[in-house]
Protein backbone atom coordinates (compact mmCIF):
# COMPACT_ATOMS: atom_id res chain seq x y z
CA UNK A 1 0.00 0.00 0.00
CA UNK A 2 2.97 2.07 1.09
CA UNK A 3 4.41 1.83 -2.62
CA UNK A 4 0.82 2.94 -4.24
CA UNK A 5 0.87 5.66 -2.02
CA UNK A 6 4.70 7.06 -2.71
CA UNK A 7 4.19 6.40 -6.60
CA UNK A 8 0.43 7.14 -7.62
CA UNK A 9 1.25 10.25 -10.18
CA UNK A 10 3.54 7.95 -11.91
CA UNK A 11 0.62 5.35 -12.42
CA UNK A 12 -1.57 8.30 -13.52
CA UNK A 13 1.26 9.34 -16.13
CA UNK A 14 1.39 5.41 -17.05
CA UNK A 15 -2.46 5.50 -17.27
CA UNK A 16 -3.00 8.28 -19.16
CA UNK A 17 0.10 7.74 -21.91
CA UNK A 18 -1.94 3.92 -22.24
CA UNK A 19 -5.26 6.25 -22.72
CA UNK A 20 -3.74 8.51 -25.28
CA UNK A 21 -1.88 5.59 -27.27
CA UNK A 22 -5.00 3.90 -27.80
CA UNK A 23 -7.32 6.68 -28.36
CA UNK A 24 -5.07 8.89 -30.43
CA UNK A 25 -3.18 5.96 -32.43
CA UNK A 26 -3.49 6.50 -36.38
CA UNK A 27 -6.08 4.38 -37.94
CA UNK A 28 -5.28 2.08 -40.66
CA UNK A 29 -5.10 3.05 -44.19
CA UNK A 30 -6.27 1.19 -47.09
CA UNK A 31 -5.03 1.55 -50.56
CA UNK A 32 -5.99 -0.56 -53.68
CA UNK A 33 -3.99 -1.24 -56.36
CA UNK A 34 -4.98 -2.24 -59.98
CA UNK A 35 -3.74 -5.99 -59.48
CA UNK A 36 -6.41 -5.96 -56.47
CA UNK A 37 -9.62 -8.27 -56.76
CA UNK A 38 -12.97 -6.23 -58.03
CA UNK A 39 -15.68 -6.68 -55.23
CA UNK A 40 -19.07 -6.62 -55.73
CA UNK A 41 -19.65 -3.25 -53.93
CA UNK A 42 -16.58 -2.05 -55.39
CA UNK A 43 -17.17 -2.63 -59.27
CA UNK A 44 -19.01 0.89 -60.02
CA UNK A 45 -15.97 2.86 -58.75
CA UNK A 46 -14.09 2.13 -62.11
CA UNK A 47 -12.33 4.87 -63.17
CA UNK A 48 -12.63 5.65 -66.74
CA UNK A 49 -9.60 4.77 -69.00
CA UNK A 50 -7.24 7.53 -70.73
CA UNK A 51 -8.55 9.36 -73.27
CA UNK A 52 -11.69 9.13 -72.04
CA UNK A 53 -13.30 12.04 -70.65
CA UNK A 54 -12.03 15.98 -71.23
CA UNK A 55 -9.12 15.29 -68.29
CA UNK A 56 -7.79 12.27 -69.70
CA UNK A 57 -7.46 13.66 -72.92
CA UNK A 58 -5.49 17.21 -71.69
CA UNK A 59 -3.05 14.25 -70.09
CA UNK A 60 -2.36 12.08 -73.32
CA UNK A 61 -1.90 15.03 -74.91
CA UNK A 62 0.39 16.77 -73.14
CA UNK A 63 2.50 14.14 -72.47
CA UNK A 64 2.48 13.16 -76.29
CA UNK A 65 3.82 16.58 -76.75
CA UNK A 66 6.47 16.37 -74.36
CA UNK A 67 7.54 12.68 -75.21
CA UNK A 68 7.88 14.51 -79.17
CA UNK A 69 9.55 17.41 -77.47
CA UNK A 70 12.27 15.44 -75.93
CA UNK A 71 12.42 12.38 -78.49
CA UNK A 72 11.44 10.21 -75.27
CA UNK A 73 8.96 6.92 -75.99
CA UNK A 74 5.67 7.88 -74.33
CA UNK A 75 2.13 6.31 -74.59
CA UNK A 76 0.63 7.52 -77.45
CA UNK A 77 -2.09 5.41 -78.05
CA UNK A 78 -4.74 5.73 -76.34
CA UNK A 79 -7.18 2.97 -74.97
CA UNK A 80 -9.64 2.45 -77.76
CA UNK A 81 -7.16 1.46 -80.17
CA UNK A 82 -5.59 -1.71 -80.60
CA UNK A 83 -2.23 -2.39 -82.03
CA UNK A 84 -1.08 -5.78 -83.12
CA UNK A 85 1.76 -7.22 -80.62
CA UNK A 86 4.23 -10.08 -80.99
CA UNK A 87 3.89 -13.13 -78.81
CA UNK A 88 7.50 -12.30 -76.65
CA UNK A 89 6.74 -15.80 -75.02
CA UNK A 90 8.17 -17.04 -78.20
CA UNK A 91 11.88 -16.31 -76.95
CA UNK A 92 13.80 -18.59 -75.29
CA UNK A 93 14.16 -17.83 -71.84
CA UNK A 94 10.82 -14.95 -71.38
CA UNK A 95 8.28 -16.36 -70.21
CA UNK A 96 4.53 -14.50 -69.06
CA UNK A 97 6.26 -12.22 -65.87
CA UNK A 98 8.99 -11.46 -68.23
CA UNK A 99 7.32 -10.85 -71.45
CA UNK A 100 4.28 -8.41 -69.11
CA UNK A 101 7.71 -6.68 -67.59
CA UNK A 102 8.80 -6.15 -71.14
CA UNK A 103 5.28 -4.97 -72.11
CA UNK A 104 5.33 -2.37 -69.26
CA UNK A 105 8.49 -1.02 -70.68
CA UNK A 106 6.97 0.08 -73.91
CA UNK A 107 7.73 -2.93 -75.67
CA UNK A 108 5.37 -5.32 -77.89
CA UNK A 109 6.61 -5.97 -80.75
CA UNK A 110 9.71 -8.36 -82.14
CA UNK A 111 11.00 -5.06 -83.88
CA UNK A 112 11.27 -2.70 -81.16
CA UNK A 113 13.24 -5.45 -78.97
CA UNK A 114 15.51 -5.61 -82.38
CA UNK A 115 16.67 -2.31 -82.28
CA UNK A 116 17.88 -1.90 -79.14
CA UNK A 117 21.30 -0.47 -78.80
CA UNK A 118 23.52 -1.51 -76.10
CA UNK A 119 22.98 1.73 -73.88
CA UNK A 120 19.45 1.48 -74.18
CA UNK A 121 19.52 -2.38 -73.08
CA UNK A 122 21.91 -0.61 -69.82
CA UNK A 123 19.02 1.80 -69.06
CA UNK A 124 15.94 -0.93 -69.58
CA UNK A 125 17.94 -3.31 -67.07
CA UNK A 126 17.48 -0.94 -64.35
CA UNK A 127 14.01 -1.10 -64.91
CA UNK A 128 13.32 -4.72 -64.94
CA UNK A 129 14.05 -5.29 -61.74
CA UNK A 130 14.30 -9.19 -60.77
CA UNK A 131 14.86 -10.02 -64.49
CA UNK A 132 17.89 -7.49 -64.72
CA UNK A 133 20.67 -8.87 -67.20
CA UNK A 134 18.74 -11.35 -68.95
CA UNK A 135 18.69 -9.78 -72.03
CA UNK A 136 22.43 -9.98 -72.30
CA UNK A 137 22.53 -13.57 -71.01
CA UNK A 138 19.23 -14.51 -72.80
CA UNK A 139 20.18 -12.93 -75.89
CA UNK A 140 16.94 -11.43 -76.57
CA UNK A 141 18.00 -8.56 -78.56
CA UNK A 142 19.79 -11.38 -81.17
CA UNK A 143 16.22 -13.58 -80.90
CA UNK A 144 13.84 -10.61 -81.68
CA UNK A 145 15.78 -10.14 -84.60
CA UNK A 146 15.55 -13.17 -86.21
CA UNK A 147 11.62 -13.60 -85.69
CA UNK A 148 11.07 -9.50 -86.50
CA UNK A 149 12.04 -10.81 -89.99
CA UNK A 150 9.99 -13.45 -89.83
CA UNK A 151 13.04 -15.83 -90.32
CA UNK A 152 11.92 -19.21 -87.98
CA UNK A 153 14.18 -21.77 -89.86
CA UNK A 154 17.36 -19.55 -88.64
CA UNK A 155 15.93 -19.15 -85.34
CA UNK A 156 15.17 -22.67 -84.83
CA UNK A 157 19.23 -23.59 -86.26
CA UNK A 158 20.78 -20.87 -83.67
CA UNK A 159 18.24 -21.62 -80.89
CA UNK A 160 16.19 -24.51 -80.64
CA UNK A 161 12.83 -25.15 -81.57
CA UNK A 162 10.20 -22.13 -81.11
Known amino acids: ?????????????????VLALILLRPKQRVTLTDSAPVRPHMAHQKRPPEGRG???????AASDVT???????????LDDETEQHDDLCQMKGVG????????????VRFEQIAQLTPTEIERLDTRLGTFAGRI???????????????????????????
Open 1 to 17: MDLIRDYWWLIVVVVAL
Open 54 to 60: LAGEHAA
Open 67 to 77: GDILRAPVHKK
Open 96 to 107: PKFAEALRDAGF
Open 136 to 162: SRDRIVEQADYLARGDTDGFEQRFGKL
